[in-house]
């Protein structure tokens, strides 16, 4: 078992780019989640899906970000325009129920 | 809404003593699963513990123990025989059996010295 897999594992681009972060959840783990974690903010839960289907995008910040998944083994999270105050890490997670809560490594996101 | 409340921003522990992490959360439900994460530098998130609220005994894996009190709303996480690896920042977490997402404290960062 690979574990959550996150890509990149570092992204610096500059202000106004679009970004994409990409997540490989475990096989099986019908839910996925969205978490960005910063030192003023600590973890937030930005968006989650359950069977591909997003339950809850409550967190997601602004219109900048939208997050998708396809399928079972594929999700992305995408900032349009990207904003120096987006600089955070985003972990993706992946759950078979609430028993077992696996992390991604993260994705460490710098924007000039 | 469910809450977590961390109130130590930063522990220190010598080598091979023990140290308590304090958790406290408010939630109307009944019941519920608690969680200890563990970031290292790494930045990995890593699951310590977990506790059930249906079940009254304290959960305990090797080294790590929980201390909790459903009454309270209290989760306190104990470390036995520090070592170094044990240093990093140390996250409570709440989730609710319905539903699906975790809720997070701000975490304690957990210094050990030699």
């Given at each position: 078992d690979?574990?959550?897999?996150?890509?990149?594992?570092?992204?610096?681009?500059?202000?106004?780019?679009?970004?994409?972060?990409?997540?490989?959840?475990?096989?099986?783990?019908n839910?996925?989640?969205?978490?960005?974690?910063?030192?003023?903010?600590?973890?937030?839960?930005?968006?989650?899906?359950?069977?591909?289907?997003?339950?809850?995008?409550?967190?997601?910040?602004e219109?900048?970000?939208?997050?998708?998944m396809?399928n079972?083994?594929?999700?992305?999270?995408?900032?349009?325009?990207?904003?120096?105050?987006?600089?955070a890490?985003?972990?993706?997670?992946?759950?078979?129920?609430?028993?077992?809560y696996?992390f991604?490594?993260?994705?460490?996101?710098?924007?000039? | 809404?469910?809450?977590?409340?961390?109130?130590?921003?930063?522990?220190?522990?010598?080598?091979?003593?023990?140290?308590?992490?304090?958790?406290?959360?408010?939630?109307?439900?009944?019941?519920?699963?608690?969680?200890?994460?563990?970031?290292?530098?790494?930045?990995?998130?890593?699951?310590?513990?977990?506790?059930?609220?249906?079940?009254?005994?304290?959960?305990?894996?090797?080294?790590?123990?929980?201390?909790?009190?459903?009454?309270?709303?209290?989760?306190?996480?104990?470390?036995?025989?520090?070592?170094l690896?044990?240093?990093?920042?140390?996250?409570?977490?709440?989730?609710?059996?319905?539903?699906?997402?975790?809720?997070?404290g701000?975490?304690?960062?957990?210094?050990?010295?030699?």
């Open positions: 690979a574990g959550v897999i996150q890509s990149p594992r570092h992204e610096v681009t500059e202000m106004g780019q679009e970004v994409t972060l990409r997540c490989k959840p475990i096989s099986g783990h839910s996925l989640f969205w978490y960005r974690q910063t030192m003023m903010r600590g973890l937030e839960l930005l968006i989650y899906f359950n069977n591909n289907v997003p339950i809850d995008d409550s967190g997601m910040p219109d900048r970000f939208s997050a998708k396809p079972a083994s594929f999700s992305t999270l995408k900032i349009q325009p990207s904003e120096p105050r987006d600089s890490v985003y972990f993706c997670a992946s759950s078979p129920n609430l028993n077992g696996t991604g490594s993260g994705t460490r996101l710098t924007v000039v | 809404a469910q809450t977590v409340t961390q109130s130590q921003p930063e522990m220190s522990v010598q080598e091979a003593e023990t140290v308590t992490l304090s958790c406290t959360y408010d939630t109307s439900e009944s019941d519920y699963y608690l969680f200890w994460y563990k970031q290292p530098p790494s930045r990995q998130m890593i699951l310590v513990i977990r506790q059930e609220a249906y079940k009254q005994q304290n959960a305990t894996e090797n080294r790590f123990s929980v201390n909790f009190q459903k009454a309270a709303k209290s989760f306190s996480l104990k470390i036995s025989d520090s070592q690896g044990d240093a990093a920042m140390y996250f409570c977490a709440y989730g609710p059996v319905r539903g699906n997402k975790l809720v997070f701000a975490g304690t960062i957990l210094r050990v010295k030699s």
